[in-house]
């Protein structure tokens, strides 16, 4: 299963002393590998290394049927990657299209925080994303409308 080879390949990748930032792109629908996923990816990618410049130990990148994903082991601690890569999805005109999870070297995902306002919002109407996935507010034609609006209008800019 692929959750299965995800956790084996977050253990592979974790060297003591060192954190795990992994990427995903947040895509609605069954299609996960659309010209605008990579284009956030690749944006996303970018960011990261720039962000982490000269503080990669390792970096496996993978452009999959189910989408793309990357697993970045970088020096500084969990807390510092993890403030850097939430600064990334919070200011990156994508951002929001970017999923970065920061894992530290005990194996355990750095969560933004319970009391953290910055829980992530509707690419539509604003509201708690989770909220409207659950209520299925949006159809994925909206939603991925969206996204492509979003995406060209990053390109045209870069």
């Given amino acids: 299963s692929s959750a299965a080879s995800d956790v084996y390949k977050r253990q ?12 995903t792109v947040i895509v609605p629908g069954s299609e996960k590998r ?30 999959l049927p189910t989408g793309y994903e990357a697993f970045m082991t970088v020096a500084p601690a969990s807390g510092e990657a ?18 970065i999870d920061v894992i530290g070297s005990d194996g355990t995902p750095l969560q933004r925080g319970i009391l953290d306002k910055s829980r992530r919002r509707c ?9 409207c996935m659950r209520a299925r507010l949006h ?6 409308a969206k996204i492509e609006e979003l995406v060209n209008g990053y390109l045209q800019r870069h």
């Fill in 12 to 23: 592979q990748l974790l060297f003591p002393d060192s954190t795990l930032v992994v990427l």
């Fill in 34 to 63: 659309t010209p605008a996923s990579l284009a956030v990816a690749h944006a996303a990618m970018e960011e990261l290394r720039r962000s982490f410049a000269g503080e990669i130990l390792h970096c496996e990148e993978r452009d």
């Fill in 82 to 99: 993890k403030r850097r890569c939430v600064a990334i999805e919070e200011s990156h005109p994508l951002g929001r299209l970017m999923d």
């Fill in 123 to 131: 690419l539509i109407c604003g509201n708690e994303a989770r909220y």
């Fill in 139 to 144: 159809s994925p034609q909206e939603l991925n």
